[in-house]
């Protein structure tokens, strides 16, 4: 199967903590045991996340980041009042990867999938969010300081 699938683990801002790109026909629970093999040197790098929130299809990774990491995973779901809306409904916490994945894709070359090697491509997730995360900066920075 032609294409590529991204998973991401981004922070309450948005920003990508790790990517791990795959091949476009892998479950989503098994892109989460990609990313769960991805952080497994991860645990004392980030002390303090305690809690992520993950999708539904993410089941899989809820019991390994328990167990291995010691985080608390909470899995988004939608209300009964969400499921009978029609249309796009934005969830809480699940919006945040959702505008990383926005970010991104506003860099022509992560728009879509131009690259040969997986490694590749997860280079360029990583540089066009290193790329966001300058411009918030300079428009922080106040005229004239450097």
């Known amino acids: 199967m ?3 699938k991204r998973h991401l683990l981004v922070d309450t801002e948005g920003l990508v903590l790790k990517a791990v790109v795959s091949a476009a026909d892998v ?3 098994d892109g989460a045991a990609l990313v769960g093999q991805a952080l497994r040197h991860w645990g004392p790098e980030l002390p303090r996340l305690a809690k992520v929130w993950v999708d539904g299809a993410y089941t899989g990774f809820v019991e390994w980041a328990r167990a291995e990491l010691g985080w ?3 899995i988004v779901k939608r209300s009964d009042e969400q499921k009978a809306r029609k249309g ?3 969830l809480p916490r699940r ?3 959702e505008r990383s994945f926005a970010w991104l894709g506003r ?3 992560l728009s879509k999938d131009y690259e ?3 490694e590749s491509s997860e280079a360029f997730i990583y540089l066009g969010m290193s790329v966001h995360m300058l ?3 300079a428009a922080h920075t106040p005229a004239g300081s450097t």
């Open 107 to 109: 860099f022509r070359r």
């Open 135 to 137: 411009r918030r900066l």
């Open 116 to 118: 040969f090697r997986v």
């Open 88 to 90: 796009f409904v934005a």
């Open 95 to 97: 919006w945040v990867v």
């Open 2 to 4: 032609k294409g590529r």
């Open 72 to 74: 608390e995973v909470e």
């Open 27 to 29: 479950q989503d629970r």
